[in-house]
């Protein structure tokens, strides 16, 4: 499920930069639960988000998109 993968990639990049769920939601200015939910698949996240969280991760909306397999 595409949902999924982009969780995933939010996830491990997250983790990579350092990041709590908890920080990283701070930072973003969102709940802890809508931050998991996205991460979980649960939850697609908007185009906005993601600008945000590649913005703030150092990092391009590209580097989060899924890759097809």
Do not use: C, N
Not at 18 to 26: C, F, H, N, P, V
């Amino acid at each position: 499920m595409e949902i999924d993968k982009w969780g995933r990639r939010i996830r491990a990049f997250r983790k990579l930069k350092g990041y709590t769920q908890e920080s990283l939601a701070k930072e973003l200015h969102i709940s802890v639960s809508i931050l998991g939910e996205i991460e979980r698949g649960s939850r697609l996240p908007s185009e906005e988000f993601l600008e945000s969280v590649a913005s703030l991760l150092g990092i391009t909306v590209e580097d989060l998109t899924p890759v097809d397999k």
